[in-house]
């Protein structure tokens, strides 16, 4: 059963065409990693999907209530510690549990420090953490593994395989190797074709 199904998806930034007719599943228990160079258009993707912007055509399901998206940015509270903050993020969601997020990033000795004296890497792993309190069943995550040594790293890739034994989906821009078993998906060939790109060809 496919948990997330996109369909003859076109997308933009700012207004510049960036991606379309990309089409592709991610069934329950499964990844699929994206890659593409700089400025390809992944984290428009993501973000499209994540309903944070409107698609210019295509076809998205499910919508985004049963999304859950890490961002670049960790949307941390600084003034708020970090059991705090994973509590914020349960209530939203409905849930009210944070303890097993906690021991999936080993931030069991971080939770009542505040979050604005924490590393990069300590703010990341509280941000990914956020993961775990929603809920949701399918995760789109874009450059996850930015600011984590070699041990969160894995202890990250751990959590993604326990989301997909739970039946779980993940869709993950990254160009890290994690270790799962998923295909890999090359965004750069759903490159859209810009204005001046059809104005060129068709007085090549």
Known sequence: MVTLAVETLAVSRGGLPLLEGLSFGVAGGEALILRG?????????????AGLQPADAGHIAPGPEALAYAAHADGLKPTLTVAENLSFWAAMFGARAIDAALDAFDLGPLRDRPAASLSAGQKRRVGLARLLVTGRPVWLLDEPTVSLDTAATAAFADVVRAHLAR?????????????????V???????ATAPADRFGAAWA
């Open 185 to 191: 998906l090359d965004v750069a060939r759903f490159r």
């Open 37 to 49: 160079p700089n400025g390809s258009g992944k984290t428009t993707l993501l973000r499209t999907l």
């Open 167 to 183: 039946g779980g989906a993940a869709l993950i821009a990254t160009h890290i190797d994690l270790g799962l078993d998923a295909p």
